[in-house]
């Protein structure tokens, strides 16, 4: 299965393409990826890439590219769960110049809407402790701290999303 094609008001959430991969090289190069784990190479840029585009196939979730309406493609967002990974993500990443904009808001908000359309009962996110941007966008999302929640990373904390207690998706609207 292919990722399916997400629209939002501002954005659409779109299969990646290959052409896609220059903007992840550029995006790992720079600061807004320090709390990543950046590919040794391009070969290594390669497998993190083609990751998010083959997981669809293989367990029917991974990674969207997002763009504007006007085509500019500006991150991703992504629910994944690779093997080290004890529960089902959801993560994104912004390219410069587009943070600060509700972006990432908006793409992670169909992404948990199409997840919780999907049966999915709970997704985490994995932040490290200095990530405050990303920790501000989890509690937006309406996602709490989990504690308990296993993790393999020291610095790691793990952000819980859940639909509505009725198990509508609405607290996300």
Do not use: C
């Amino acid at each position: 299965m292919p990722a399916p094609i997400l629209d939002t008001p501002r954005l659409r959430l779109r299969p990646h393409v290959i052409s896609d991969m220059d903007a992840f090289a550029t995006f790992f190069e720079g600061t807004r990826a320090d709390h990543l784990t950046k590919p040794q190479n391009t070969s290594h840029l390669w497998y993190i890439f083609t990751s998010e585009v083959g997981s669809w196939e293989l367990i029917g979730i991974g990674g969207w590219a997002i763009e504007t309406r006007d085509g500019q493609l500006i991150g991703q967002v992504a629910i994944t769960q690779p093997p080290h990974f004890d529960e089902r993500e959801i993560g994104w990443i912004l390219f410069d110049g587009f943070e600060g904009q509700g972006y990432a808001l908006e793409a992670a908000t169909a992404a948990l809407h199409w997840a919780w359309e999907q049966d999915m009962q709970t997704l985490v996110s994995y932040i490290e402790k200095d990530n405050t941007r990303s920790i501000a966008l989890a509690e937006r999302l309406g996602a709490v701290l989990d504690p308990a929640a296993q993790v393999d990373e020291d610095d790691a904390l793990v952000y819980r999303h859940s639909p509505d207690i009725d198990g509508n998706p609405e607290a996300y609207a």
